[in-house]
């Protein structure tokens, strides 16, 4: 069903933020709290089934972080 999916998705996301978080404090290359949000954006285009650039305009990132999670991509 859909709510699964959906459910999923969420739970994927923020696997996927914690990860992100976990390698910048073990590499401390980024700051943790940026790379969590990145891996948790990363997936956002899925969650809202609309295009990531589409979902990321009303958030007003800058520039490196919407790079950051295109590049992740979902």
């Known amino acids: 069903?859909?709510?699964?999916a959906s459910r999923a998705l969420q739970e994927v996301s923020l696997a996927?933020?914690?990860?992100l978080?976990?390698?910048a404090t073990a590499r401390g290359n980024a700051p943790p709290a940026a790379m969590f949000t990145v891996g948790?954006?990363?997936?956002?285009?899925a969650l809202?089934?609309?295009p990531l650039a589409e979902?990321?305009?009303?958030?007003?990132?800058?520039?490196?972080?919407?790079?950051?999670?295109?590049?992740?991509?979902?």
Not at 1 to 4: A, F, L, P, T, V
Not at 58 to 64: S, Y
């Open 1 to 4: 069903s859909g709510r699964k």
């Open 16 to 19: 996927r933020a914690r990860l």
């Open 21 to 23: 978080e976990l390698l």
């Open 40 to 45: 948790l954006l990363s997936m956002l285009d």
């Open 48 to 50: 809202l089934q609309v």
């Open 55 to 74: 979902a990321l305009q009303p958030l007003q990132l800058a520039e490196p972080a919407i790079g950051d999670v295109a590049a992740m991509g979902g």
